[in-house]
């Protein structure tokens, strides 16, 4: 029913968003009052926003970094410690005409300070003075050239050292005024994207003073609905709050994440089971995908919690108190899977799994293999020995930022963002709290199903991170993140649509940015990318604070005759690969899949360098489906099965070579190197095709690859693992032909 306009119910609003809308109207009448009263508009443009920054100490050993005064965030902060002299400068890259400096400073703020410039980070000027400040929000004019600029702090206003949550500095030139005033820009005539708020009916939160019936009731519902729902709709959290839980089974279905609610995975306790089996699949568990467990501490019933999975189902921050079994019952096939930041007090079970990739976790042991069982960072892991047992174990991750996740705290949700780690082995949580940084619910725009990519990007553009609730986002222009460290997580398979071709989501080369929980699925015109971190040329350095990429999925085709030519382009240095599922389909619903149907090229290309991949899992794209321009590289394990579906080589490729290279580092790349990587064939169209090899590298030794294979899934052939190098991957005998080093 349409109620005429002059009947319609008066639209309210609450008193701070009157206020937002007021102050914000205000803002704009005062400032182009102010621009007016001068004659001029300066052209400013944010120069130290995500550029490198030191300080002459930290607070805490480093707790509150110089970077985060520079981050655009105003919850992350920089401290120093409690003396005079103190300082911290920015590095803009490049010697600027600088004009304005705001600063932002928290409590301890500085009484008398200085800014400086310098083009050489030695000898500086001083463009402004002051010994009589306040504190507070501060916004200098002032007037110098230099490629450093610093605030030098003499004298602090509190005992403790100096902090601010934000430093600023700005660049421009004034023009003079014209002749005729400038059209005006009207102010913005809608609400400001509010923060925070509900995360939506599909995160479906559990009490410890609920019934367990009540609980069990309420998830068997919900996996009844998603056990068989490979390409359905549905997408679900099931939460549990701080406490303990008892006789409990949570099966998980697909589309559906369990995670607890607690700071560390002991704060949940299941005395019970999570589990994932494949009944709905007659005990095959290949194509148990899309589903996840975090942060939760299980006791299972009978001493061993079954997790049997395939691509796309993370296992995060679990504390398992007995054994881990990874197999379906009855010992069925399994294809994949991935854990990390977790405990097993018992045994690992990999039985079945053709491959598995575990990091950065703790167990207290290991049983069989298949393929391809790789251990990085991995206390209790079993002796490196591959091909036979086929174990590939690297005693410490040489850089990591797990994952963040969701949390309550003082009964607030927020979201918990680890630090970045250099060389370290186990779980982050088994001797205290996770070490980071808790953003609250407030610095959020929760995204909501039916949000425009419009309304989404002003959030961003406001400043603030972004969760999406679970659910299908159909968007029609690029999702643009373009401040450092911005979070994007996403609750329960957040499935991101692009429906005109264009580029989901595109990364400015800028620190720390973290995306996390998403699933890419390509649309029915073609994009020529669906995620890309960085533009092209970018060329910072972000090793300081590299931007992560985790359990970020890619799908082609499955669900909706899905096209894009790449899934994921990395430009950007340093960045963290850790978990990813490119997967173009081999199946899904009546004429989403198919030769020419369902077409993508890659999975992912990385131009930018040292950049770090953890988990890599591609498959079935068609042509070079990793494609490593970069130089620094690292990957550590590879799951990859080629197209399924060539209709014959000449149709594959027309220039005579047999095929595409699961895995490709181009010959222009000086350093580079991978363990524990696997490429299938089952080329179930026409067995007759082949592919040249696997793996395809420079040979002047800067690229090495160790732990290598190829093996033919009982249809096609791979003739070579590496540069024609390793005895072919047969139809008729289904072992792997292994390279243990190249060159």
Known sequence: MTIPVSS?????????????ISGLVATVVAGYAAATAVGASAAETLLSQGKP???????????????????????????????DPQWLQVDLGSSQAINRVELNWETAAAKAFQIQVSDNASSWTSIYSTTTSAGGNQSLTVNGTGRYVRMYGTQRTTGYGYSLWEFKVYGGTTTTPPTTPPPTTPPPTGDPVPAGGSL?????????????????????????????????????????KPGTYNGLN????????????????????????????????????????????????????????????????????????????LAPNGYGWASGGYISDSRITGTEGQYSQQQWFTRNSTIGSNSNAVWNQTFVGVQGAPAASYPTPPYTVIPNTPVIREKPYLYQTGGDYAVFVPSLQTNVTGATWLNGNTPGTSIPLSQFYVAKP???????????????????????????????????????????????????????????????????????????????????????????????????????????????????????????????????WAWRADHGNAGTYGWTINTADSGLIVNGNNVTAYGLFVEHYQKTEVLWNGNGGRTYFLQNEQPYDPPSNAAWRSDGVLGYPAYKVADSVQTHEAWAMGSYAFFQDNPAVHSANGFQAPTHGGVKFHNIFTISLASGTIDHVVNNIGAPAQASNVVPSTVTNFP
């Open 8 to 20: 319609a119910p008066e639209r309210r609003r609450s008193p701070w968003r009157l206020a937002a």
């Open 450 to 580: 039916g949000d425009s990519a419009a309304r989404i990007n002003q959030a961003l553009a406001q400043g603030l991170n972004l969760i999406f609730q679970p659910g299908i986002y159909h968007i029609n222009q690029t999702i643009n993140v373009n401040r450092a460290n911005t979070v994007v997580l996403g609750l329960g398979y957040a499935t991101i649509i692009p429906d005109n071709g264009v580029t989901a989501m595109q990364v400015a080369d800028v620190d720390g940015v973290k995306l996390a929980g998403l699933l890419f699925d390509a649309g029915t015109t073609n994009s020529p990318n669906l995620l890309v971190m960085g533009p092209n040329g970018s060329a910072a350095n972000h090793a300081g604070n590299p931007s992560t990429v985790q359990d970020v999925f890619f799908r082609i085709g499955g669900y909706i005759a899905g096209k894009a030519t790449n899934s994921l382009l990395v430009n950007s240095n340093n960045v963290i690969i850790d978990h990813i």
């Open 250 to 325: 949570i099966q998980v279905g697909f589309y559906t994440s369990v995670v607890g609610l607690g700071q560390n995975p002991q704060d949940v306790r299941i005395n019970g089971d999570i589990t994932v089996d494949a009944g709905w699949f007659q005990g095959n568990a290949t194509q148990n995908f899309w589903r996840s467990t975090e942060n939760v501490s299980v006791y299972p019933v009978n001493g061993a919690n079954r997790w049997a999975v395939s691509q796309a189902a993370p296992f995060r921050r679990m504390d398992i108190h007995g054994d881990l079994n």
């Open 53 to 83: 920054a030191t300080a002459s100490s930290t607070e805490a050993a480093g707790a509150y970094a110089a970077a985060e005064a520079v981050d655009g965030n105003a919850g992350t902060r920089w401290a120093s410690a409690f003396s």
């Open 200 to 240: 939506g009916a599909n995160v479906v939160v559990f009490d410890p003073s609920m019934s367990s019936a009540s609980i069990q009731a309420r998830a068997d519902q919900i996996f009844q609905q998603q056990e068989k729902a490979q390409f359905g709709t549905g997408r679900y959290v099931l939460a549990f």
